[in-house]
């Protein structure tokens, strides 16, 4: 009588603690799965590609080593010399590619430029009329 009395307390809170597990779940999330932004231009530019409009290269990444050259353009991998649509790869830097399309360069770069644009206040810098302190 007293292993019935101890058996069910002990069913139950197994019960509870199967049931509470499932909804304390949390969904695991791929740490190589592209950025949401990523894959929704992926996919505006192949509905653009599918639509006749130029497809808009995008350098992801440059592969230089002393076994391979090449290049990752919008997510697909281009050999020095390979083709990427209608271009060829033509040159490879550590920071950017160049496309030949006829006799139509294009180059892509992996890094915005870094220039910053001159300022315009209207105030210009003359060091022969600046106060000199004593």
């Not at 509905?47 to 350098?59: C, D, E, K």
Request: positive net charge; proline residues 7%.
């Amino acid at each position: 009588m007293a292993d019935r009395m101890m058996l069910v307390p002990s069913i139950a809170a197994g019960a509870a603690l199967l049931l509470s597990t499932g909804s304390a779940a949390q969904a695991l999330t791929d740490p190589t799965k592209p950025p949401v932004e990523l894959i929704r231009s992926a996919a505006g530019a192949a509905a653009g590609q599918a639509a006749g409009a130029a497809p808009r290269s995008r350098l992801q990444s440059i592969l230089l080593s002393s076994l391979r050259k090449g290049a990752i353009i919008s997510g697909q991998y281009v050999p020095l010399g390979g083709t990427y649509g209608k271009a060829t790869l033509v040159d490879i830097t550590a920071t950017g590619v160049t496309l030949k399309t006829g006799q139509e360069l294009d180059v892509l770069q992996l890094f915005p430029s870094m220039e910053k644009p001159a300022a315009t206040s209207g105030v210009t810098e003359n060091p022969e009329k600046m106060a000199k302190s004593p």
